[in-house]
């Protein structure tokens, strides 16, 4: 059966099938001939489902696996940079390729709305009660909200683009706190003799995920440590080479277009098992070492107050398990894993003068230096020696970027 309005698989279906799937592979001796023999009428399977069972990131995307693999272990993703760097199409790409396509021809499961100065609350998100008309006055995105209830075994993607034009907190604190919490966002009272079509509550849909692009100018806000501690937050940053390649050659990137061969159910599988997992189930990550890395990080945080908790520890955990999961011909290197968590989790919260977290970046620097070893900083001609984290390159040189910007404006901050 499918679904005539948006041309994919009923989720009663999908589900069907996905049973059928796990009672082949427990019966992997199974005879279907006799059945076949006496039926009338052989329906013919399609094969694409079957993809349902084993998501595969594609090679176009794993220059930026860590955008995939940060919307697998939580589905609130921030990706930051100058303006024109590419953030909004890694995103909408990523949407394109996964997404699913209604009578029209036209992707359903993808949203991109640009963020407005006007932004001032969270009406633009999830619409207001009308008094007067007695009605609920929904927007785009609560619409796209309870499409997403009815598909719960495909992903939904929403773009934010430019998300800090505006207050982040003002319009977005609800939605944040729901996403954590699961509890409904209620958004009248039926009491009020509402003639609506839209439900009094709604809880978001684990098949939601929202990827928030941020330009860091003067025309914009900053993000509070509170939103920053519920996101990966992924810095695009080109290099000069690829910036200036554009001069030696045309570059015209392949058109996406979506797979539709079971991926994007696929990946809802996968985001699925990764946040019900433990660390039991992925006996082959060493996460002995993991436990080592955050804990020297834990133990200079929290002289500063800068200190994570439990949801930073869930969230790395997952990112973890999703790179393993997709790391692919590379190969899973838990050291790099952990120099992107570092960077994407915990180094977003650092901010302030010298005399906050200038002592702190002084000390996170020692821990990357080989043991029995000492440094000296050029910009800073600071002596350091530490205790052995000389491998994770991405989020030292980001520590050594803050120091830089400390020193030159007095005030640092990650993005």
Known sequence: MRNDKYNNFDSATLHHYLNYLKMLGENPNID??????????????????????????????FNYRNYCYSLLAKPFVILAGNSGTGKTKIATDLATWLGKLNADGEIFNKLVVPVGADWTDNTKILGFYNPIEKKYESSKILDFILLAEEHPDIPFFLILDEMNLSHVERYFSDF????????????YAQNNNCNCNIPETIILPDNLFVTGTVNIDETTYMFSPKVLDRANVIEFKPTKESVLELLDKQIIPEPVIPINDGSAEAFQVLFSKI???????YPDINFSEVKQVLGSFYDELEKSGFEFAYRTVKEITHYVMASFKLSGEEGFYLEKTLDEQITQKILPKLHGNKKQIGSLLIELEKLYV???????????DIEVSGTGFHTLELSFNKIGEMQTKLNNAQYASFI
């Open 32 to 61: 279907f001939s006799e059945i076949v023999e006496e039926s009338d009428e052989i329906m013919e399977v399609d094969e694409n489902p079957v993809k349902v069972i084993d998501f595969t990131l594609a090679s176009r995307f």
């Open 176 to 187: 944040l706190s729901a996403m954590e919490s699961k509890e409904p966002i209620i958004l």
């Open 370 to 380: 080989k043991k029995d070893t000492k440094k000296i900083r050029k910009d800073t």
């Open 275 to 281: 946040r019900s997992a433990d660390i039991t189930s």
